[in-house]
Nanobody
Framework: QVQLVESGGGLVQAGGSLRLSCAASGRTFSSYYTGWFRQAPGKEREFVGA????????YYSDSVKGRFTISRDNAKNTVYLQMNNLKPEDTAVYYC?????????????????WGQGTQVTISS
């Protein structure tokens, strides 16, 4: 089992920044992909971005590319989502997820473990 805990959400004005953290504990895979997703009320869970175990192979959805950056600190078993130039449409619950594998995955069903989510609200 892998336990994931997100933190860092909150309320910010449009144009502001937030950094989300995803701390992993329990069994950690020797190589795994970590993804970030978000879900707004009434909408499906949406892929935001993902990063490989080595911190390379970052991949982002078009809606956040150039504004969001994913990084990881394997010594701390933590992955970060730096969000800049936030927009009201970024408002959602943000989730991190882990899958056992090194291939890029963008669908929620491809991930094995999920955190509980953290709320991000952007005011206009």
């Amino acid at each position: 089992q892998v336990q994931l805990v997100e933190s860092g959400g909150g309320l910010v004005q449009a144009g502001g920044s937030l950094r989300l953290s995803c701390a992993a504990s329990g069994r950690t895979f020797s190589s795994y992909y970590t993804g970030w997703f978000r879900q707004a009320p009434g909408k499906e869970r949406e892929f935001v971005g993902a990063i490989g175990w080595r911190g390379d192979n970052g991949y982002y959805s078009d809606s956040v590319k150039g504004r969001f950056t994913i990084s990881r600190d394997n010594a701390k078993n933590t992955v970060y989502l730096q969000m800049n130039n936030l927009k009201p449409e970024d408002t959602a619950v943000y989730y991190c997820a882990v899958r056992n594998g090194i291939q890029l995955a963008t669908l929620p069903k491809q991930y094995d473990y999920w955190g509980q989510g953290t709320q991000v609200t952007i005011s206009s």
